[in-house]
Nanobody, 125 residues
Framework: QVQLAESGGGLVQAGDSLRLSCVVSGGPVRHYAVAWFRQAPSEEREFVAAINWNGVTTYYADAVKGRFTISVISAKNTIYLQMTSLKPEDTAFYYC??????????????????WGQGTQVTVSS
């Protein structure tokens, strides 16, 4: 059974940086497409970024493009989300998700079979 565990969330100020980590167990990362989603209170879960198993192909939501970077270290079965120039509107619970197939437009939560419990990111103004 594949399990994902996020860490790295916290309270930061606008303009700060933060790095989230997602450790995948129960299967090597190279077999999956992995993504980050986020959900703010009273909002729907939204796509943030995705990376293919090869660690080369990435896809970003327009809202984070140029500020967030997704990466993978297969040897550690770990996916990272480096977040810079954080804004108060980035405040949300961030989830890591894994799917068995890469999609050309990997933004739908339905494409992902496994989910972590999430980590809270709060950005103060």
């Amino acid at each position: 059974q594949v399990q994902l565990a996020e860490s790295g969330g916290g309270l930061v100020q606008a303009g700060d940086s933060l790095r989230l980590s997602c450790v995948v167990s129960g299967g090597p990362v190279r077999h999956y497409a992995v993504a980050w989603f986020r959900q703010a209170p009273s909002e729907e879960r939204e796509f943030v970024a995705a990376i293919n198993w090869n660690g080369v192909t990435t896809y970003y939501a327009d809202a984070v493009k140029g500020r967030f970077t997704i990466s993978v270290i297969s040897a550690k079965n770990t996916i990272y989300l480096q977040m810079t120039s954080l804004k108060p509107e980035d405040t949300a619970f961030y989830y890591c998700a894994a799917g068995i197939q890469w999609r050309p437009r990997p933004t739908s939560a339905e494409y992902y079979d496994y989910w972590g419990q999430g980590t809270q990111v709060t950005v103060s103004s």
